[in-house]
């Protein structure tokens, strides 16, 4: 019996033991029935809970967790088995609840004991969710300073790692002298990515930024190590690269690297299917000296100087100077103003004529003419060509420009027709763009603009450079569409580019423009004539007509007719006139004072 009464005994102290536990314990513990009825809590869960509690009473746990948890009752309804884990870890959110230093966010695991009773347990998971916050916002902020293209840094990174590098050394002093930034910019990525498409594309981007890291990787140009920001290689736009180079001796070290990565960059590419294609990219450098104080413009010289390379031939590294700034201010200006000019009514169309030479010495002054955009500026009079049409190419202004001519040209064209019957020009020549031939319904347009014209395919003559009609694939596969609308080609400016005799068969065109570089000196050099005899016999052998461009005195133009070229233009004949001149010279069948 005293071993019954010590056992008794002992379970009486086990069982105050497990409640001091319990109301003791650093977590909430509340003991509840099925329908939320609470039988016991412990003080920790009373102050955990007490925030949620609106009319002062614990008496039913879902109540409680009513505006965080309206989801409790019906899981526990639902939770079939006898025994088990309702729920775990479900975060809830006191929000406006939370009293200033109180917990902002608990832990509830709710557990089935048996078919009557349940165990919710209640935790402060605010520390715990501040550090999954700071681990969250961490990587989004990685993920976001990264390219998930090519995997390289992106623009926000490289912003920040050359601002922190400008931030060493206020402006002027020496240790200005030690970085510099490189900017690349693919000169024909448009193009192969309208070609090959956008995945081939996507693949030779991720090739270049590869070769990109694989080039700056050697140690050969004695970057010093211990540089504080030393290399990093960013992708800061659609086909843009940008390289900091730190730690470096002079501007020697950065144009090296800069020239190992043209000649790196210039290599063919292999792409998925066999594939090769060749991509190269202008450059413009920034050395950290001449860099102004924000990052943003120094990246913004860095593609000043980049536009200059480009504008140069392309494929090659130009170095930033101060100057560069107010000419890309100025071509900034002619862009705003241009654009306002192509729906202001700025822009006209002037034509010169293009004569027939007829062997006996005669000329055919209704042969054709030649369309030529001109700008009346408001302010300035009339803008030279050269100065807007840059601006135009580099802009992507150039299509709508070229098509504004078109319209224009057509329009004037059939006019003359009416007004002028047999002695009106009987071909009209337009120069085309690459912007244009870029375009796949572009085809469609041409025959829209002569259908709303009234004009018959075989009265345009669409004229391309010889070095854009050699340049690719898509170019010459654009000219087919448009001969087989009727519309006659012409190559111009033959001998400026890059196709030679050898090649004029393979290009799509009825006419041949022997450039002005020759012709000025026909009847001076023997080699220019022989150069001229050559380019006649072979498109006279291959159907194809010839004009010999810039024709300026008598001796040239008897020289070009010598050598049985078909047809002249240039200032001899006449400079380019307005509609209403060119009828006037038409009428009068003289040629126009120079």
């Known amino acids: 019996m005293q071993r019954d009464m010590q056992a008794g005994s002992n379970g009486i102290d086990a069982y105050e033991a497990l409640v001091q536990f319990l109301y003791r314990a650093p977590i909430g513990l509340v003991q509840a029935s099925l329908d939320g009825t609470v039988d016991m809590l412990n003080p920790m869960s009373s102050s955990l809970l007490m925030p949620l509690v609106r009319d002062g009473s614990m008496d039913n746990l879902f109540t409680v967790l009513q505006d965080v948890a309206p989801q409790l009752r019906e899981l526990t309804e639902h939770f079939s088995e006898p025994s088990g884990a309702v729920c775990e870890g479900l975060r809830l959110q006191l929000g406006d609840d939370a009293t200033p230093g109180a917990p902002q966010w608990l832990s ?8 009557g009773r349940l165990m919710a347990v209640v935790t402060d998971a605010s520390h715990e969710v501040q550090r999954e916050q700071e681990r969250l916002a961490k990587r989004l902020k990685t993920a976001a300073r990264i390219d998930l293209l090519t995997r390289m840094p992106n623009r926000e990174a490289l912003l920040e790692q050359a601002q922190q590098m400008l931030a060493r050394f206020p402006d002027g002093s020496a240790g200005r002298s030690g970085f510099a930034l490189l900017l690349m910019n693919c000169d024909r990525f448009r193009q192969i990515n309208d070609a ?12 270049i930024g590869e070769r990109i890291r694989a080039t700056l990787r050697p140690p050969s140009d004695r970057i010093d190590p211990n540089a504080a920001a030393g290399q990093m290689a960013a992708r800061v736009g659609a086909d843009e690269f940008a390289v900091l180079l730190d730690g470096l001796r002079c501007r020697e070290d950065a144009e090296r690297v800069a020239a190992r990565l043209l000649e790196a960059l210039a290599r063919s590419y292999q792409l998925a299917g066999g594939q090769v294609v060749n ?17 943003s413009e120094m990246l913004r010289d860095a593609g000043i100087a980049m536009v200059e390379a480009k504008r140069a031939g392309g494929a090659l590294c130009t170095v930033f100077e101060p100057a560069m700034r107010e000419r890309a201010a100025r071509r900034a200006d002619i862009e705003s103003e241009l654009r306002q000019a192509l729906v202001g009514d700025e822009l006209f169309v002037v034509y010169q004529p293009v004569v027939g030479l007829r062997p006996d010495g005669g000329t055919d002054l209704s042969a054709g003419v030649e369309a030529l955009v001109r700008w009346q500026h408001p302010l300035r009079g009339v803008v030279p060509p050269f100065e807007f049409i840059p601006v135009a190419e580099e802009s992507g202004l150039i299509g709508a420009l070229g098509d504004f001519v078109l319209r224009r040209a057509c329009r004037d064209f059939m006019a003359w027709q009416r007004e002028l019957g047999d002695q009106a020009p009987r071909l009209l020549a337009v120069n085309l763009s690459r912007a244009q031939l870029g375009q796949p319904d572009w085809p469609a347009t041409v025959r829209g603009i002569l259908d709303e014209a009234g004009m018959r395919p075989a009265q345009l003559q669409l004229e391309v450079t010889e070095s854009l009609a050699a340049q690719d694939q898509q ?8 001969k087989a ?11 400026t580019g890059y196709s030679s005799l050898s090649s004029l068969h393979q290009l799509p065109v009825d006419t041949v423009k ?24 072979v498109a006279q052998s291959l159907g194809m007509n010839t004009v010999a461009e810039g024709i300026e005195t008598e001796a040239q133009a008897a020289a070009v007719r010598e050598q049985q070229c ?20 038409l009428r009068a069948g003289l040629p126009a004072a120079a």
Do not use: N
């Open 196 to 207: 090959l498409g956008q995945v081939a594309g996507d693949r030779l981007l991720v090739q």
């Open 566 to 585: 078909a047809k002249g233009q240039g200032y001899l004949f006449s400079r380019p006139l307005a509609s209403e001149a060119l009828l006037d010279w």
């Open 485 to 495: 609308l009727g519309i006659t080609l012409a190559l111009d400016d033959f001998g």
């Open 475 to 482: 170019v010459q596969d654009r000219l087919h569409e448009l």
């Open 108 to 115: 509830l695991s709710v557990l089935k004991l048996d078919p």
């Open 279 to 295: 991509c190269k990219l202008s450059m413009g450098l920034v050395w950290g000296a001449d860099a102004s104080d924000l990052a």
């Open 514 to 537: 022997i450039d002005r570089s020759f012709v000025c000196q026909a009847d001076t050099s023997h080699h220019h004539r022989v150069l001229i005899e050559a380019t006649v016999k």
